[in-house]
Each structure stands twice: as C-alpha cells, then as structure tokens.
C-alpha cells in the first residue's frame, strides 16, 4: 500500500540539492554583477562630473587673468606662467 508520498533515490535527490544549490548561486552572482554594475556607473558619473567641474575652473580662471590683462595693461600683466593660452 502506498502512503502517498513520492519515493526518491538517493541520486535523485542528490541531483535535486545539487540543481538547487546551482540555481541559488547563479542568483546570487546575478545580485553581485548588478551591485558592482551599478556601482562602476555611479563612480564614472562622480569622476565625470568632477572632471566637468575642473574644466570649469579653468576656464573661469582664464577668463579672470584674461580681464585683469586687459584692466592692467601689457606693464602690468601677470608673470608669463599666468598669462592665458589660446586654446589649440
């Protein structure tokens, strides 16, 4: 008489804990992948944006120099190293 169970050899169940154990893992490389994804994006977003803000600074400053050489005059300009360069 059977008591309504499922009778498993033990390869089968071995092949069932191995397949689970498979799944689970691929699950969890899948989160890590997304994660570190993610975060590569989110560090080149920082990088860029910072790079963007020293740009910025720069042509601020050249632009200030640019000005003051203009107010002062050739007599007075600021040392060479100071001076604007054109762009290329």
């Known amino acids: 008489m059977s008591d309504g169970r499922d009778h498993l050899t033990r390869g089968e169940i071995a092949k069932d804990a191995l397949q689970a154990g498979a799944e689970a893992a ?3 490389v899948g989160e890590v992948a997304t994660i570190v994804t ?3 994006g989110e560090v080149a977003s920082a990088v860029g944006g910072f790079a963007t803000e020293i740009f910025e600074i720069r042509d601020s ?4 120099l640019a000005d003051q050489v203009e107010e002062l005059g050739d007599d007075e300009a600021p040392p060479a190293s100071l001076e604007v360069q054109p762009e290329a």
């Open 26 to 28: 691929a699950h969890t």
């Open 38 to 40: 993610r975060a590569v």
């Open 61 to 64: 400053s050249r632009r200030a």
